[in-house]
């Protein structure tokens, strides 16, 4: 297994762990039950939301999907038509809150 993402919050992991999911790469989501008793233990890397990878020959595709969320996440701020229901999402919206399509950039209106 490899370590591949930490996550903003389990929300966060959980969404890049599904992209990942839907491009048929293995992996999983540990630490985000930890999470939940932030404010009780000091916030370190032991208790974020890491995404982990089942197989590690899928590492670089993993990462630039990642990449592409990121880049997406930090830079994208214009409104988008969701390609699955044509639904309007605001630009801080990685996926589609109406079906749950994800953001891609042919969403542009
Ligand atoms: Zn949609």
Same mark, same amino acid.
């Given at each position: 297994?490899?370590?591949?993402?930490?996550?903003?919050?389990?929300?966060?992991?959980?969404?890049?762990?599904?992209?990942?999911?839907?491009?048929?790469?293995?992996?999983?989501?540990?630490?985000?039950?930890?999470?939940?008793?932030?404010?009780?233990?000091?916030?370190?890397?032991?208790?974020?939301?890491?995404?982990?990878?089942?197989?590690?020959?899928?590492?670089?595709?993993?990462?630039?999907?990642?990449?592409?969320?990121?880049?997406?996440?930090?830079?994208?701020?214009?409104?988008?038509? #969701?390609? $699955? =229901? !044509? &639904?309007?999402?605001?630009? @801080?919206? *990685?996926? #589609?809150? $109406? =079906? !749950? &399509?994800?953001?891609?950039? @042919?969403? *542009?209106?």
């Amino acid at each position: 297994m490899v370590k591949i993402y930490i996550g903003e919050s389990p929300v966060d992991a959980h969404i890049v762990c599904g992209l990942l999911n839907t491009d048929h790469i293995d992996c999983e989501v540990r630490g985000d039950a930890l999470f939940s008793i932030q404010g009780e233990v000091p916030f370190d890397d032991s208790t974020a939301p890491y995404i982990w990878l089942n197989e590690p020959s899928q590492y670089v595709k993993a990462k630039r999907i990642i990449k592409e969320f990121v880049t997406h996440k930090t830079r994208h701020k214009a409104d988008w038509h #969701c390609i $699955q =229901c !044509g &639904e309007l999402n605001e630009g @801080n919206f *990685v996926i #589609c809150w $109406q =079906c !749950g &399509e994800p953001y891609t950039p @042919n969403s *542009v209106t």
